[in-house]
């Protein structure tokens, strides 16, 4: 048996042990990992995945044990003030989620340990040079990137247009999540928390709640409360529709349900980031490929370009830097570090009159200049970029870096690094 009925408290305190102790002993393990970026669909994907697959029927002594993990290290848990907002529903805090501090350097039988990809569909970095070739099964809503087997069976390989990749884990786990429930009576439920087997159905009604609660967050977050026409797909409304059904069938929790209050509550949560640096922002929501020799890195950033501006004015306070070189010299440094040839920076805020919008700021070596103006030539009219003037950043024709007010609002980094990319590759 892999692992019985819990609450996904306990179950990640299992699979944390567990995961801990394949460096010396014979684990059987699915470990399903989310994108490097790790943002809240990478981590409520991975979880009810993993959480749902360990607990489904019929279960063996054979059966593995599947293992959700962040691609982040543990000290990337406080630049996402959302996971804190978001695991309090699930009566957890950051400090019980799987990062990649826990990842053995090596298993005992690395045969036994197989991967599962959500959110993305190609392991990049340490972790693809590592584990690439045992990746068996994928759950994903970007471009295919064709590195995932086409038989993939008994795990999904599922990968297709929708807003969130949690609706799209919702749907491949419902059946399986429907079972469980039905079969709480059978599945020790209540003894494990130490209550009468007449309970079980009342306790595993709000373990289903919390589930619910942490995979909502994501797909509410992805499509704005489902009002993003250009993201949301049937999947995400079937979603929402499915989860929502699961938090009401629990008394406890259907009489204090509010989804527009948990939406702006979650959402509130992520547009903190006041006590983040510089560095930091421009690290939480990042991704980074490689094309043809070339490092790309693409940060997401939910303020206004002239909020980074102020933001490295106040950490600099260096008076031998001109006024206009101060970010240009940040995100220099940041792409240094990180080996970049080219760095965009998408943003997303609100105008003066409310609108939403978005921004793009570009910087270049001089090595891939030729690249990223052959993105710029085609990008601007498939994203509707309008080159704007930003205070404190020096911007001359010709020169980097660019930034562009990108009226095409639909388009987010799922949209924006496949092109980038291909471009790099001419």
Same mark, same amino acid.
């Given at each position: 048996?892999?692992?019985?009925?819990?609450?996904?408290?306990?179950?990640?305190?299992h699979?944390?042990?567990?995961?801990?102790l394949a460096?010396?002993?014979?684990?059987?393990?699915?470990?399903?990992?989310?994108?490097?970026s790790?943002?809240?669909d990478?981590l409520?994907?991975?979880?009810?995945?993993?959480?749902?697959? %360990?607990?489904?029927t019929?279960?063996t002594?054979?059966?593995p044990?599947?293992?959700?993990?962040?691609?982040?290290?543990? /000290?990337g848990?406080?630049l996402?003030?959302?996971f804190?907002?978001v695991?309090r529903?699930?009566?957890?805090?950051?400090?019980?989620l799987?990062?990649l501090?826990?990842?053995?350097k090596a298993?005992r039988?690395?045969?036994?340990v197989q =991967?599962?990809?959500? &959110?993305?569909?190609?392991? $990049?970095?340490?972790?693809?040079e590592r584990y690439?070739q045992?990746?068996?099964?994928?759950i994903?809503?970007? &471009?295919?990137e064709?590195a995932?087997p086409?038989?993939t069976e008994?795990?999904?390989?599922?990968i297709e247009k929708c807003?969130?990749?949690t609706?799209?884990?919702t749907?491949y786990c419902?059946?399986?999540w429907?079972?469980i429930s %039905?079969?709480?009576?059978?599945?020790g439920a209540g003894h494990?928390?130490?209550?009468?087997?007449?309970d079980d159905?009342?306790?595993? $009604?709000g373990w &289903?709640?919390?589930i619910a609660?942490?995979?909502?967050a994501?797909?509410?977050?992805?499509?704005?409360n489902?009002?993003a =026409?250009c993201?949301?797909?049937q999947?995400?409304t079937d979603?929402?529709?499915?989860l929502?059904a699961?938090?009401?069938l629990?008394?406890k929790?259907a009489r204090? =349900?509010d989804r %527009? $209050?948990?939406?702006?509550?979650?959402?509130k949560?992520?547009q903190?980031?006041?006590e983040?640096?510089?560095?930091?922002?421009?690290?939480?929501d990042?991704?980074q =490929?490689?094309e043809?020799?070339?490092?790309l890195?693409i /940060?997401s950033?939910?303020?206004?370009?002239?909020?980074?501006?102020?933001?490295?004015?106040?950490?600099t306070?260096d008076?031998?830097l001109?006024e206009?070189d101060i970010l240009k010299d940040n995100?220099?440094k940041?792409m240094?570090?990180?080996?970049?040839?080219?760095?965009a920076?998408?943003?997303?805020s609100?105008?003066?009159d409310g609108?939403f919008?978005?921004?793009l700021?570009?910087?270049?070596?001089?090595?891939?200049?030729?690249?990223?103006?052959?993105?710029?030539?085609?990008?601007?009219p498939?994203?509707?970029?309008e080159r704007?003037?930003v205070?404190?950043?020096?911007e001359e024709?010709?020169?980097?870096?660019?930034t562009w007010?990108q009226?095409?609002v639909?388009k987010s980094?799922?949209q924006?690094?496949p092109?980038?990319?291909?471009m790099?590759?001419?």
């Open positions: 048996m892999a692992f019985p009925r819990n609450s996904i408290r306990a179950f990640l305190g699979a944390k042990r567990s995961l801990q460096a010396q002993e014979d684990r059987k393990l699915s470990i399903v990992v989310g994108n490097e790790a943002d809240l990478s409520t994907s991975s979880i009810l995945y993993a959480y749902l697959r %360990s607990i489904a019929p279960r002594a054979s059966s044990l599947y293992v959700p993990l962040l691609n982040i290290p543990e /000290s848990l406080r996402r003030p959302e804190t907002a695991c529903y699930a009566n957890i805090t950051p400090s019980h799987i990062t501090d826990d990842l053995p298993f039988r690395p045969q036994n =991967w599962i990809l959500v &959110d993305h569909n190609k392991l $990049q970095g340490d972790l693809g690439s045992q990746v068996h099964g994928v994903d809503h970007h &471009d295919e064709n995932v086409q038989d008994p795990e999904p390989r599922v807003g969130s990749c609706s799209l884990v749907r419902k059946s399986m429907d079972n %039905s079969y709480s009576l059978a599945s494990a928390q130490g209550e009468f087997a007449t159905i009342v306790v595993t $009604q &289903d709640a919390q609660k942490m995979a909502l994501s797909t509410l977050i992805d499509t704005a489902l009002t =026409w993201k949301v797909e999947a995400d979603a929402v529709k499915y929502e699961k938090i009401l629990s008394t929790d204090a =349900w %527009s $209050q948990f939406y702006n509550e979650i959402d949560a992520k903190d980031i006041a983040l640096t510089l560095r930091e922002i421009l690290s939480k990042y991704k =490929w490689t043809n020799g070339m490092n890195g /940060s950033v939910v303020k206004p370009i002239q909020f980074l501006v102020e933001r490295a004015e106040s950490e306070g008076g031998n001109q206009t995100i220099q940041f240094d570090e990180l080996k970049l040839s080219i760095h920076i998408m943003t997303t609100d105008s003066k609108a919008q978005r921004q700021l570009l910087h270049v070596k001089d090595s891939a200049a030729s690249y990223a103006s052959k993105f710029v030539e085609r990008a601007t498939e994203l509707q970029l704007t003037e205070r404190g950043l020096s024709d010709g020169h980097w870096p660019a007010l009226k095409d639909s980094r799922k924006v690094a092109l980038l990319r291909e790099m590759r001419i």
